[in-house]
């Protein structure tokens, strides 16, 4: 009998380094690019990528905008025990808006804040294409 492999689940927990948004667009943050490589962006990268080894690997982005090392452990770490799986692989973005807080920057979210203006809703799921793009965002799920 063949035994039923699983996917890489790949978690990334953090702030805004690990998310699109303030990477020139969909599929060029840091999370992204680990999951899914744009190889005729990134062809230096062609190949290294998760979904090259394992087409059917899931992102789960736990990361958010804004967070902070409390965000980190007060949200995202309860978020990715909740899981369905435990993840294969998790990464950490973390201490960049902690800096920003501590030398008076004030757009910066401070320590303890866990829902400033930045910090986005949750979709959850784990069902194949559940963000409803297909395609480039299959096996992507933002929680």
């Known amino acids: 009998m063949e035994s039923i492999r699983n ?3 790949y978690a990334a927990l ?3 380094m690990s998310i ?7 599929g060029r943050g840091a999370a992204s690019l680990l999951w ?10 062609a190949g290294r990528d998760l979904t090259t080894g394992d087409p059917s690997a899931r992102l789960v982005l736990l990361a958010s905008d804004g967070a902070t090392s409390a965000t980190v452990a007060g ?7 909740r899981l369905e799986r435990t993840p294969t692989l998790a990464t950490v973005t973390m201490g960049g808006n902690d800096l920003l807080a501590a030398y008076g920057d ?6 303890g804040d866990r829902h400033g203006g930045g910090q986005r809703s949750a979709a ?6 559940a963000d409803g793009a297909g395609g480039a965002d299959r096996g992507r799920h933002r929680l």
């Open 75 to 81: 949200e995202q770490l309860g978020r990715l025990r």
């Open 106 to 111: 004030a757009t910066a979210r401070p320590a």
């Open 36 to 45: 899914r490589n744009r190889d005729h962006d990134f062809p230096a990268w």
């Open 7 to 9: 996917p890489v689940v």
């Open 14 to 16: 953090g702030d805004s």
């Open 124 to 129: 959850a799921g784990w069902a194949a294409g």
């Open 20 to 26: 699109d948004d303030y990477a020139g667009g969909p």
